[in-house]
């Protein structure tokens, strides 16, 4: 009982912190963007819902049960639903970062992107920590359809790209979660500075062997 208590606390602790640091450096605004973690028991701990990144309480986090029901803690997100259908969809998920930072937006919302691999391989950090990234259609906030939608794109790649709307993305830890969604935003401002010069991304072969690292 103890430990868990203990794994539970650092959780917490850790999700406050994470999300201060996100926001102090005004990778998110106001009261958006969201943060989960999953406990090894299952459970999960989230950001509220209408909460500012940089002024988490730990103790009001939002916490689920096993079955993806809200059993404690302030009422979760109403984008509860995409970090559970990322879960989902990866199993070895520890935590998920959803975010709505300036350059990153900025790229899902340009015309001439690939849906498929929307950022190209510009520096070995980004295909190392973030590497395929296919752009979700939009939807309307609170939309059912974006679930099933992430959810479809999720398999194939542990972070995605909500057209005119953010990144989300998971990784094995929350660390892991926050460095991949910071290599995202720094790899989409990279892209914005470029865009319209011919650049030198990454060969396919030197890609691969950045992956199979």
């Given amino acids: ?11 917490r602790d850790q999700i406050a912190a994470v999300g201060k640091s ?4 005004r990778l ?3 009261s958006t963007g969201n943060i989960s973690a999953r406990l090894s028991d299952g459970r999960l701990l989230m950001t509220p819902t209408n ?6 309480d730990p103790a009001r986090l939002s916490l689920f ?3 993806g029901a809200h059993v404690a803690g302030d009422k979760p997100t109403k984008e509860a639903f995409l970090h559970q259908c990322m879960y989902c969809a990866r199993g070895e998920a520890g935590a998920v970062v959803h975010i709505h930072s300036t350059h990153s937006v900025a790229v899902s919302i340009l015309a001439d992107v690939n849906p498929e691999d929307v950022l190209p391989p510009l520096t070995a ?3 190392m920590r973030v590497g395929k990234l296919p752009l979700v259609p939009y939807f309307a906030p609170g939309d059912a359809a974006l ?8 398999g194939a790649s542990h972070a995605v790209l909500l057209a005119n709307h953010g990144p989300v993305v998971a990784g094995k830890t929350l660390t892991e979660a926050q460095y991949a969604t910071e290599e995202l935003e720094e790899t989409a ?6 865009h319209g010069r011919d650049i030198r991304p990454l060969t396919p072969e030197q890609a691969a062997a950045l992956k199979g690292r």
């Fill in 189 to 194: 401002r990279l892209h914005l500075m470029l």
């Fill in 22 to 25: 996100i926001f102090d450096r």
């Fill in 147 to 154: 679930a099933r939608a992430v959810e479809d794109r999720a």
């Fill in 1 to 11: 009982m103890t430990g868990t208590l203990s794994e539970e606390t650092k959780l």
């Fill in 51 to 56: 909460a500012s990144l940089g002024a988490l």
């Fill in 28 to 30: 998110t605004f106001g």
């Fill in 65 to 67: 049960d096993t079955d």
């Fill in 125 to 127: 950090y980004y295909v």
